[in-house]
């Protein structure tokens, strides 16, 4: 679990400590792994607020409402001139969760021929979908569609993950 620290004097005390600038998607996933060791102390610093108890940050699909935000970087892309030299939004998060906290929340992860793909490119089995599954589950929070007719043989959950969500 990921506990942000706001007093240096805490690291002080620790055997390693370890300052994650941005606490984004890539920064609160290496201080999650970092911080399982309890042996290793780690500071989060993040350049925007906390996602806590923002309903807008929550609801899939509903992001928009964040461009232009305190959520948001307000970046622009230089004049573009095929757009008649018009500057376009260029959302990204700042807040706690980085740009995951004012995304799409569409979950997309690569068919296991893509992960052997990469593996075979990078000559690093590691990133074989064999290796790669128990992360991939390690990360998500599946909510099971209602046991109805409906619903059923619609997701194979020996490729889910259910528990990301109560770590
Ligand atoms: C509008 C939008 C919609 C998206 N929709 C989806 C989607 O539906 N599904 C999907 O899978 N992906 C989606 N993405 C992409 C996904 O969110 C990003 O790829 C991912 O969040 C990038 O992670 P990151 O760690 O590289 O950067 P970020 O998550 O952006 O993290 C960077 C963090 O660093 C912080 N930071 C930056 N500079 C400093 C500084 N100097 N000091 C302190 N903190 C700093 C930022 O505030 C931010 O919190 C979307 C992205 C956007 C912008």
Do not use: C
């Amino acid at each position: 679990m990921v506990r942000v620290v706001g007093f240096l004097s805490i690291l002080a005390s620790a055997t390693l400590a370890v300052i994650v600038v941005g606490g984004g998607s890539a920064g609160s996933i290496i201080a999650s792994r970092l911080s399982v060791n309890s042996h290793v102390s780690v500071l989060v610093i993040e350049g925007g607020p906390s996602h806590e108890n923002e309903v807008d940050l929550t609801i899939p699909y509903i992001y928009p409402r964040t461009f232009h935000s305190r959520f948001d970087w307000n970046f622009t892309t230089v004049p573009q001139p095929n757009l008649n030299n018009r500057t376009p939004i260029y959302p990204r998060g700042h807040v706690l969760g980085g740009s995951s906290s004012i995304n799409g929340m569409t979950l997309n992860r690569a068919p296991a021929s893509d992960w052997d793909k990469i593996a075979t490119h990078t000559g690093d089995r590691s990133f074989r979908w064999e290796n790669m599954l128990k992360y991939i589950k390690k990360n998500e929070g599946f909510n099971r569609p209602p046991n109805t007719l409906e619903y059923a043989n619609s997701y194979d959950p020996s490729v889910h993950g259910f528990n990301a969500d109560k770590i």
